[in-house]
């Protein structure tokens, strides 16, 4: 049975919603402030979480900022419910990572036409995702790049090491940011915040500061053209590669190949 749990300081409010749910079917948890909705997420684990915005204890950014910090309820839908809803609320909301808004007083038909569209989105991308790499193996290519140390590249943080380890093992598939926070079960929004504030950097960033490692590995092997080299770190685009390529070396791949071989060179000559 679907669990919605409702966060909704007035009892008269609350209990319209919560008879409403269990009579479409719904398992309705309660909650009367943000506080105890927090615990009750906790516990209970909801499949969408409905919650007014202002609220005595813990206000509905509260709640949502707090459930967005544990795994285990970040990828919840959460629709607030607001009698008021400015555009800086909204993108208050939203930066928080808010799937939608209700604007009270809503009808009993809108409210479940929102619950249905939320779940059925969750649905879908929690079926993509279960699919999306299962079958995707390692270029044989790559094995070269293997030789780099992700210690090298990636900072050590307890907090982001299930990042790093996700990054690490997909780089080479067209993953972004959504992805990483899908699979480390934190909303993009936060997730985004919480690198940032550990590293000074974003999640992209350290996606392409691995692909880049690697594009580094293999131009040094000299014998890969740049379009296969762009393909097998991650890059749908040889365009994309070179530009970004450029960004962090100001200079091209094959520029940057030829000196980086020179240099050697002259090493290899000055030793004999």
């Known amino acids: 049975m679907t669990k919605v749990l409702v966060i909704e300081d007035e009892a008269e409010i609350r209990d319209i919603f ?29 499949d969408l979480v409905l919650c007014d915005i202002m609220m005595p204890e813990l206000d509905g950014y509260g709640v949502l900022s707090t459930i967005r910090q544990y795994p285990a309820t970040a990828m919840i839908p959460f629709i607030f419910m607001t009698a008021k809803a400015t555009k800086a609320e909204i993108r208050q909301g939203m930066d928080l990572g808010a799937d939608d808004y209700l604007t009270k007083p809503s009808t009993v038909e809108e409210l479940l036409r929102a619950i249905a569209t939320r779940l059925k989105k969750q649905a879908h991308v929690k079926a993509y995702y279960a699919t999306q790499f299962q079958q995707v193996s390692v270029p044989p290519l790559l094995e070269k790049a293997k030789s780099v140390n992700p210690h090298s590249i990636f900072p050590s943080d307890s907090n982001l090491s299930q990042v790093f380890e996700y990054i690490e093992a997909n780089y080479y598939l067209p993953i972004s940011l959504q992805d990483v926070a899908f699979a480390v079960g934190y909303c993009p929004a936060y997730l985004t915040d919480l690198v940032r504030r550990h590293t000074g950097k974003t999640v992209n960033h350290w996606i392409i500061e691995r692909r880049m490692a690697a594009a580094r590995t293999l131009l040094m092997e000299g014998n890969m053209c740049v379009n296969q080299i762009a393909e097998t770190v991650g890059y749908q685009h040889e365009g994309h590669f070179f530009r970004q390529f450029r960004q962090y070396y100001n200079t091209t791949p094959k520029a940057w190949r030829k000196a980086q071989l020179l240099n050697k060179s002259e090493v290899g000559s000055t030793v004999i």
Request: proline share 3%.
């Open 18 to 46: 919560l008879d409403s749910l269990e009579t479409e079917g719904f398992e309705a948890i309660g909650a009367k402030n943000g506080l105890v909705g927090v615990q009750k997420a906790l516990e209970n684990l909801p």
